[in-house]
């Protein structure tokens, strides 16, 4: 027995028409991406003002001081204690948007991470929560 189904005719494609991505076709990784790219020039920003690293110093690292900020307090954000499986999902996911974390090892990142802390806690006290560090009560 064989069932047949009437269809109606479907609306033409959007493909090519919109001006960008509608909320029914972005899929969550397109959303995640725009998230860090904003999370990193709103950090690229915030850490020129702060401090202006010497020219010299560019040229030896593989990420960018902004990026390695970045990447931490992502790393915050989603959760991930295990600086091994952050910087895979990195690899694999992120690594159009910072080329540097191709390779990294942890123990590079974390120690960068911990020269930067004074600059991450910075950004950390603006949303302690979203963080998940806790804040001291009075």
């Known amino acids: 027995m064989v069932c047949k189904v009437k269809r109606e005719p479907s609306e033409p494609s ?10 029914a076709y972005s899929p969550p990784l397109e959303r995640l991406e725009e998230a860090v790219t904003v999370l990193f020039c709103l950090i690229d920003d915030a850490y020129a003002t702060l ?3 010497p020219q010299s110093l560019r040229v030896h690292k593989r990420l960018s001081d902004s990026e390695v900020i970045a990447l931490a307090l992502f790393q915050q954000l989603r959760g991930v204690e295990s600086e091994r499986s ?6 694999h996911f992120f690594s159009q948007l910072f080329p540097g974390v191709t390779g990294l090892h942890p123990s590079s990142f974390h120690r960068r991470v911990r020269n930067l802390r004074r600059f991450v806690s910075t950004f ?7 963080t998940g560090r806790r804040t001291r009560r009075p």
Do not use: I, Q, V, Y
Not at 15 to 20: A, I, M, Q, Y
């Open 14 to 23: 959007a493909k090519g028409t919109s001006d960008g991505p509608t909320e």
């Open 51 to 53: 401090n202006a690293p």
């Open 86 to 91: 952050f910087l895979r999902d990195c690899t």
């Open 124 to 130: 950390e006290t603006r949303h302690p929560a979203r």
